[in-house]
């Protein structure tokens, strides 16, 4: 039976019912909630201190009217590169590689924005639709040109953390298929691939943190244009 390179993105299913949505709240289970106690453990001041500096550096091009926005971009940023880990351990599934999800999670934050542009300052908003100084003959093509790449935000969005973890994915499995393979016939070279894999397995871990920073920084610069 030949097995797709493929297989690995499918939704796993018990009984019919689809597991995405327990791997969806597995990382809501993973952290610990604050306690009472005046002094907490390590993990959780270790915890509380990647928070506040995210939170920090994440607010800074917003002004106050942005800020309530804080909670939210946190707490996606945390479940995303939750997700995006979890889903480099062996024989687990990643919910981040389906452009459903993406998407699910990009187009109603984006629509957010968009609604909050047109609600507290609708000039400047529609604004970005035409640059000034634009000559009377392209003002109809900038208008549809700009149109269109506001629409098509959120799926640039979804499509970038898809594709980027999709890819490393299947490098992963095709270089330790290749290792697996060649370490009866050549180990000097399944030795070196499998160097190569630990590297990549590195350099994904890398992917899989900034492509989560990425969804939520672009998301905050989306919101600056409209606050």
């Known amino acids: 039976m030949t097995v797709s390179l493929f297989d690995q993105f499918m939704s796993p299913t018990l ?5 995405i949505a327990l791997a969806i709240t597995l990382p809501w289970i993973m952290y610990p909630t604050p306690t009472s106690r005046w002094l907490n453990s390590r993990f959780l001041t270790l915890q509380g201190w990647f928070i506040n500096r995210f939170t ?3 607010l800074l091009p917003l002004n106050l009217g942005g800020h309530k926005w804080a909670a939210l971009l946190t707490s996606l940023m945390i479940f995303l590169i939750t997700m995006n880990m ?5 024989y687990t599934f990643t919910p981040t590689t389906q452009l459903s999800l993406n998407l699910g999670l990009a187009t109603p934050l984006w629509l957010a924005t968009v609604i909050i542009g047109m609600r507290n300052q609708p000039t400047h908003a529609l604004g970005h639709l035409l640059p000034e100084g634009t000559p009377g003959p392209l003002i109809p093509v900038l208008i549809v040109i700009e149109t269109i790449s506001l629409f098509i935000r959120p799926l640039a969005l979804g499509v970038r953390l898809t594709a980027n973890l999709t890819a490393g994915h299947l490098l992963i499995q095709l270089i330790s298929t290749a290792a697996f393979v060649l370490l009866s016939s050549m180990p000097a070279v ?6 190569v894999l630990i ?3 590195l350099l994904e871990v890398a992917v899989a943190m900034i492509q989560a920073y990425v969804f939520v920084l672009l ?3 989306y919101l600056q244009e409209n606050v």
């Open 15 to 19: 009984m019919g019912v689809p597991l």
């Open 56 to 58: 920090q550096q994440l």
């Open 86 to 90: 979890l889903g480099l351990l062996p």
């Open 190 to 195: 399944a030795l070196l691939t499998s160097t």
């Open 199 to 201: 590297l990549l397995t």
């Open 219 to 221: 998301l905050t610069l």
